[in-house]
């Protein structure tokens, strides 16, 4: 067996013992029957199972906070690393206006990033902070032995436990609290990755990022404000509130938005704490060049759009990047990433490159009838332009309910703590022509709308002048608004 062969080096420690589940006849019948089992496939495992822990240089691990990844592991030999990690039970924002008490590995969700090598043997000491209320542990997926670590780190407030491991299998693996109620602590932010280097490394890459999806199940809707308590029911129910990146609603957007140059090789590492929904992790405006599905070790597939995120997994994502851009994280369940929160920005800088995207170059009447009704061209008549005020407030209409209002609402008052409110907004009114670069050009990072801050991403639309000038001037004129109209050679003005 695996773990005898460690554990026969590994120093004493005392480690609470639970009642074992199984009859210690049935056991030996167990390992007896996984012995054969596992015998061929050790064969493959490159690591020497039988180390000399004295002959070991040891370090200790350095862990670093999302979205940021420890370096690469340079040594080619393996080492006796030690890991040391407190829980902590924190209350802290979980979007503009919401709180939120949640339980961590390390004061923050996910946990800190940790990386080891194959082979590498682990001392890894979990300690819990006297002001937590509950006893935690932690659950390893990179760990072979009971309860991947869970048995041997159950910890009290106030206490702090060591239990050893020898990392067999190289990967990116979730860890995760395995407390009872489990999925109570794992839904309240306990989980994070540990990535277990292949002996050789990883190819090199110019930016690494650390990324991991969950939700949150509160007593409130989405948005309501103050102190949220944890849901039970809806979190039996898998009904989610939110599903963030890295924690919170905008954790990846505005301030906290990852960036790259033009021409760097990114890998994300992807994990998925759960604690209940499938991500399908996409970035809009890239394609993945290479997965490494569910976080193993090989590349799987290349030239991929959306890779699955499994519950309590991983994946590991690479691409190049070619032009400017900013590229947007979603789960590409899109309403989780439009109105629950999960959704992430990468900002890559540097020249826009017409050869691999010319951004609009023309914008053209269409004529679905083609080159038979071309040859009348009395009958192929534009839509008629808007010329008074309401006719530019009759087409803006169709135009906001067409283009805005999934995020706006049809209302105009927007979603609280996700998307500002038009009608009545001191911010659209105060500037037309802010307003005017807002529908043009997008709109990110932090903004006061009527006293209440939001930070997130509105997309450029990509509508033309007339569009632009009819929508601005329903939305300046409506729900009590009262603006004057917005002209197409205003819009055109402040066209790059
Ligand atoms: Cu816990």
Redesign the pocket.
Known sequence: MRQQAVSRNAPAVKTPVRTPMISKSAQRWWLTALAVLIAPSLAHSGIDLKIDLKKLPTEEAKLTYAPEVPPPITRRKPARVKIHLE?KEVKKRLADGVEYTF?TFGGTVPGPMIRIREGDYVDFTLANHPSSK????IDLHAVTGQGGGAEGSFTAPGHSSTFSFRALNPGLYIYH???APVGM?IA?G?YGLILVEPEKGLPKVDKEFYVVQSEFYTKGKYGDKGLQPFDMEKAVKEQADYVVFNGSVGALTGDGAIKAKVGEKIRIFVGNGGPNLVSSFHVIGEVFDNVYQDGGTKVTQNNVQTTLVPAGGSSIVEFKTETAANLILVDHSIFRAFNKGALGMLKVEGEHNPAIYTGKTVDAIYLPEGGAIQTMPQEAKAAPKAETFEERMKAGKGVYTASCAACHQENGMGLPGAFPPLAKADYLMADKKRSINVVLHGLEGKIKVNGVDYDGVMPALGLDDEDIANVLTYVRNTWGNKGEAVKPSEVKALRK
């Open positions: 829980t339980w509950m006893p935690h542990n609290c395995a407390t602590h309240n306990m």
